[in-house]
């Protein structure tokens, strides 16, 4: 029984990821045609057409609905912490759950501005939380171990945790549709567990892509940076295995955003990468299967040092820079009313022709 | 009765200028202190907790309201077009006013995806436009004269049009209040009135700040930086007074613009600031009184060469930066939701005390 859920499960991940296609060209021609009739100066409004061509080409609509909007915070513990790498304590992230179901976070504020929905899930807290109607519970385990005496989980335990991800995604898109998806994270420890990441699948070194997280001072962040190379030379993860990678040095809360990312794609959803740790799970959805870029849109460009690498990995450019470094999805709400404000300039703007509006002359 | 006009009108201006106040540090301070109460690491959230500050700063509330937003679309056309400096035709500045009207433009989009009004005034269009409710008629000319080969407008039209701007903000402001003010344009012609007041306001070089507007190609734009070089050598304005700058090498609509930023600063209402154009405006207004700046906020960054100048020299960081180069005010529209968002989190998170959460031990 075991050993077919084991089979059924790798299956799951296996057909997320053959079920992700490239972007047909001709319905971004058609936005383009339709952008370029429209009273304004051809390409005038900058990233906001590059988005919208994106979108139709995404949703295989020229007036995609951006309706449905959700936001999923995941929550991990890390093992890492252990090691003093945060300048807030462990149980932090279980606290900031129960905030986050009461309505009173970052990410709820911003969410209710733009109409969205916020679904937190545990995909590992190192404690059991209290039953909520709004918490999806996908443990898969109680905390990682701790990555700078070995891996931070097993093998399984990371195509769980993405696996997870896809099931978080598919049960609400099947239950209430979802036509734009964030991805935030909550978790002490895990931009830890990101720097370590970003730093083998892009080949930087822990300086180059470790920053201060939460707010650690630079004796702190020396530290954090000798704690990340030390797990990196333990553990020796192959760059060429994403899955690998995710169990060595990884979260449970950072598979299941590569796992949401992978399943969006593959329903042809966009999906809102958030801040440094959401673009840790989206580079190893990447990883797994590079075609899923083609549905992602970077928020905005976080303070963490490492985020502009990962971003540059994937080969997306942020939509925002406010100098942010909350996570939660907080730079994904953000960047969501520019995406839907793209697609109403496509949908609801005069033509040259029905204005009257003479076009280019010189 | 002419003497006194003019004699009063001067009088509108300097009030004005002298009812520009610093902002209250005291207010910013209890905007810091409520911030740093809430459930996230201090200054986590970057430029979002700057703009609350200032809001609060700007509005003296620690719930400054965001209901009432309008922008402020100023027309006017320039006699430079005659000189072949844009893509398209003079007659596209009254057209395009007119498709404001129909609610069929970029502004009038955005405008309606964050419930903003958009107020269409006609500053100096070219030609007598048809009455519509919506359309405020502040005309001081039917264009300016032709800059390249002498004044733009007299000085007394320069003052005119700066207090038409007072008095469209101020109108609206007693009506209907006013929470929130953007400032955009139209005008065939305005980016070389804009590149000409900011060389002239910054010191650099018309190279230095001239762009390709709607779109023209190496040619024009060669051609667009030897008018505005003809057109600064003729008219020697004095860079000390900036309506003389106005008068020499400005529009209507700009002259507007600064007297909207003014009156707004005056009466404590936050100022976005669209593109290039709204901020050559909003650089005349700064330097006739430098404490204006205090109550902007500078929208986005323009693809226009000279933007970056003119935000410089006014101490303005664009919130945005989308590689657009429309105006209208477009830029303001999508900046705005930033700004709300930033007082929902100061008003609607919940502090550490409250949610129970754990504060920074490191």
Redesign the interface.
Known sequence: MRAYQKGNQVEKLKRTISAILPLQQDWQQKAQKRLDS???????????EEIARRMVGIRQSIHPSTTNKVIFTLAGDHGVAKE?V????Q??TA??V??FL?G???IN??A???GAKVIVADLGVAEDLKPHPLLRVKKVGYGTKNMAKGPAMSRQQAIQAVEAGIELFEQEYQSNGIDMVGIGDMGIGNTTASSAIVAVLTGQSPEQVTGRG????DK?LHHKIEVIRQAIALNRSDPDDPIDVLSKVGGFEIGGIAGIALAAAAHRVPVIVDGFISTAGALIAHQLQPVSKEYMFAAHRS?ETGHKAALEKIGLSP????????GEG?GA??AM??I??SI??LT???TFQ?????????
Chains 1, 2 share one sequence.
Request: hydrophobic share 45%; proline share 6%.
């Open positions: 429209l009273t304004k100066p051809p390409g005038s409004l900058g990233r906001l003093g945060s300048a807030y304590p149980e932090v606290q900031m129960y905030n009461s009173g976070a970052a504020v911003l209710r501005c733009i939460t707010g650690i001072g702190l303070v939509i925002l820079n406010l100098n942010m470094r909350l907080t709400a953000l009313p520019i839907e404000a109403k300039i609801e703007m005069a029905n204005a009257g509006v003479s076009e280019q002359i010189n």
